[in-house]
């Protein structure tokens, strides 16, 4: 075990949401949940955003046996499916992140009415308003308003049976009422979370969609020259297979391996804080060093 780990706890999460972004739960409840499952560290990453950091740090100050690192999930433009990266040890205050993220935000609010609009289009009743307060409700704002929220404001108004039947029947990509947003390239983040004194790492990688193992080496081979720091070998959209290839991606690109359950709540039923089980011995001392400060 690392000496960073005395605690003897055995597993990590790093990759965890809070209803600042389109998670269920405060970050300060996010925080006191790892403690009480026993994970030897948790990271905050909130889609977009670094303001539930400040309230997570204060609450894991509260666990000596618990150790935080502030993060943030970020969208880039994708090679194929959906492309992820999380920048984990971050300065929440650094103008390289305040510029990606005001970026970020400004095309999160220019395709929410889009969407809204193509489902009015549609037939459905349902407003910005509706959505707004949907994000209020959960302790966000409209700054970082998700298709989950517009999801959650069609269950509400009885459109769909569920958020998951929303993204099957309109806003998933290719759906009637999917609008894509802003993003930046995937060097252009991986830069932003550098000079923010981060370490940028490849989230849940099977939803690249690659269509075979070639495919994901040849994206992970981009993103190392990129500055990649490292890959989520260990997710809950990971097949055991898919974990061996990417330890194995880990190993020939010398990247950091890291784990997460990219635990949202209720918004995401069958995800489990904690699992799959990452363990703490996976983050040698040169890497905690980085992210728990």
């Known amino acids: 075990m690392p000496s960073w780990c005395a605690s003897g ?17 405060s970050p300060a409840d996010v925080v006191a949940m790892a403690d009480q499952l026993k994970l030897a560290a948790i990271a905050l990453t909130d889609h977009d955003t670094v303001d539930g950091l400040a309230e997570a740090r204060r609450s894991a100050a509260q666990f000596p046996d618990l150790r935080f690192a502030a993060g943030i999930e970020v969208s880039a ?17 650094a103008a390289s992140l305040v510029d990606m993220l005001a970026t970020l935000q400004k095309g999160r609010r220019e395709r929410n009415p889009k969407i809204v609009a193509k489902l009015q289009a549609l037939g459905l009743a349902i407003t910005m308003d509706d959505v707004s307060a949907v994000a209020r409700e959960a302790g966000g704002t409209d700054d970082i308003i998700s298709r989950g929220h517009i999801a959650e404001a069609l269950r509400r108004g009885g459109h769909v049976r569920d958020r998951q039947q929303a993204f099957d029947l309109y806003i998933a990509a290719g759906g009637p009422a999917y609008v894509g947003r802003q993003r930046l390239s995937p060097a252009d983040s991986i830069a932003a979370i550098h000079a923010a004194g ?15 193992n070639a495919q994901l080496d040849r994206i992970v081979h981009n993103l190392v020259e ?8 260990y997710c809950s959209d990971c097949t055991a297979e898919q974990t061996r290839h990417c330890i194995d991606l880990a190993r020939q690109y010398e990247l950091f391996l890291i784990g997460g359950s990219d635990f949202h709540g209720a918004v995401k039923p069958d995800v489990r804080m904690g699992h799959p ?10 890497l905690a060093d980085r992210l728990f400060r």
Do not use: M, W, Y
């Open 198 to 212: 981060g370490l940028a790492f490849l989230a849940h990688p099977p939803q690249l969609k690659c269509d075979n």
């Open 277 to 286: 089980r990452t363990p703490a011995a996976v983050i040698p001392d040169e």
């Open 77 to 93: 433009e994708p090679p194929s499916g959906t492309l992820h990266i999380l920048g984990l040890g971050i300065d929440a205050e």
């Open 9 to 25: 706890r055995r597993f990590v999460d790093l990759h965890a949401h809070s209803a600042v972004s389109d998670g269920q739960f």
């Open 226 to 233: 990129a500055g990649l720091d490292g890959i989520e070998a």
